[in-house]
T-cell receptor, first 109, second 115 residues
Framework: AQRVTQPEKLLSVFKGAPVELKCNYSYSGSPELFWYVQYSRQRLQLLLRHISRESIKGFTADLNKGETSFHLKKPFAQEEDSAMYYCALLTGGGNKLTFGTGTQLKVEL | NAGVTQTPKFQVLKTGQSMTLQCAQDMNHNSMYWYRQDPGMGLRLIYYSASEGTTDKGEVPNGYNVSRLNKREFSLRLESAAPSQTSVYFC??????????????FGPGTRLTVL
């Protein structure tokens, strides 16, 4: 069965420090992975998807099939990056998303 | 475009009461979804509808029913609310983005408390 694991519930970093939010997945098919972000009291929104190999708001994520990981990285954290981040795996023939439990990122001054 | 809209934004129910959460999308998407968000649990899929006229159970369907009224609207019903259903409920619709990629778009959420 498919599974997405985000081992950290809370990650606290100082402004300007590097950020890495971990995501590991388990899936028998060809994975399509996403990072969603939820700012305080706002709806979830797509941050980036692996298939388009984008850099959004300074964040990048590389799919590592050997390690079954899709970690989210940013070299220099900003205060406005404080939010809940969810890693998600597309399954069900492209119809369903399986979410991880989320990591709350707190950027301190 | 309003995207995905949900009503109500907040609701307090007593145990045993029933209610329906409404969701509508104006993006002409075929797929629609209902999730619940609980601390430490992430988002869990309750039900989804891959197209008008079809619905399927997700990970946590017990205690809920859904109706895909038409292509735009997908409602979630709690027949007899229980305190364990206290949660934030998100509706989403899924389709192809401008870049041709699969994407789900979320509503603002409904915060439900069952006493």
């Amino acid at each position: 069965a498919q599974r997405v694991t985000q081992p950290e519930k809370l990650l606290s970093v100082f402004k300007g420090a590097p950020v890495e939010l971990k995501c590991n997945y388990s899936y028998s098919g060809s994975p399509e992975l996403f990072w969603y972000v939820q700012y305080s009291r706002q709806r979830l929104q797509l941050l980036l998807r692996h298939i388009s190999r984008e850099s959004i708001k300074g964040f990048t994520a590389d799919l590592n099939k050997g390690e079954t990981s899709f970690h989210l990285k940013k070299p220099f954290a900003q205060e406005e990056d404080s939010a809940m981040y969810y890693c998600a795996l597309l399954t069900g023939g492209g119809n369903k998303l399986t979410f991880g439990t989320g990591t709350q990122l707190k950027v301190e001054l | 475009n309003a995207g995905v809209t949900q009503t109500p934004k907040f609701q307090v129910l007593k145990t045993g009461q029933s209610m329906t959460l409404q969701c509508a999308q104006d993006m002409n998407h075929n797929s629609m979804y209902w999730y619940r968000q609980d601390p430490g649990m992430g988002l869990r899929l309750i039900y989804y509808s891959a197209s008008e006229g079809t619905t399927d159970k997700g990970e946590v369907p017990n205690g809920y029913n859904v109706s895909r009224l038409n292509k735009r609207e997908f409602s979630l019903r709690l027949e007899s609310a229980a305190p364990s259903q206290t949660s934030v409920y998100f509706c989403a619709s899924g389709g192809t983005s401008g870049g041709g990629y699969n994407e789900q778009f979320f509503g603002p959420g409904t915060r439900l408390t069952v006493l």
